[in-house]
């Protein structure tokens, strides 16, 4: 069975909202509010997700719209918490990646043509 580029995309998404959960567990001195609102990104990709990686059409368009928004409040909340680390920050941003740039281009968030990895300073 061929995996899809949504399909692709639903795992990328998944394993950096994972990293962006466990970077702020980890960082002492994230606001409740940043991790309130990356959990509810999390609640929005396990709501979406079916449609998601569905057939492409109207019912995933409206999905990748509702993710969309919940990755730019994620986003907009990590770069305005004063406390939460670079790093914490940086894979909430990540995560907000994967969806954005799959709703711009169609396709997965391949580095080589984006910004440089978020995600490297951490796995160090």
């Not at 449609?51 to 019912?59: N, V």
Request: aromatic residues 6%; charged residues 25%; glycine residues 6%.
């Amino acid at each position: 069975m061929t995996t899809t580029i949504a399909q692709q995309v639903c795992v990328q998404l998944h394993d950096r909202l994972t990293a962006a959960e466990a970077g702020l567990a980890a960082d002492g001195f994230a606001s409740p509010v940043l991790v309130a609102v990356v959990a509810e990104f999390r609640r929005k990709f396990s709501k979406t997700r079916p449609a998601l990686e569905g057939d492409a059409g109207p019912g995933q368009r409206e999905a990748i719209f509702e993710l969309e928004q919940a990755a730019d409040s994620a986003k907009w909340a990590a770069l305005a918490d004063p406390g939460a680390s670079e790093s914490a920050k940086l894979t909430v941003i990540a995560a907000h990646d994967s969806i954005c740039w799959f709703k711009a281009t169609g396709s997965l968030l391949d580095r080589q043509y984006a910004e440089p990895d978020p995600l490297a300073s951490v796995a160090e």
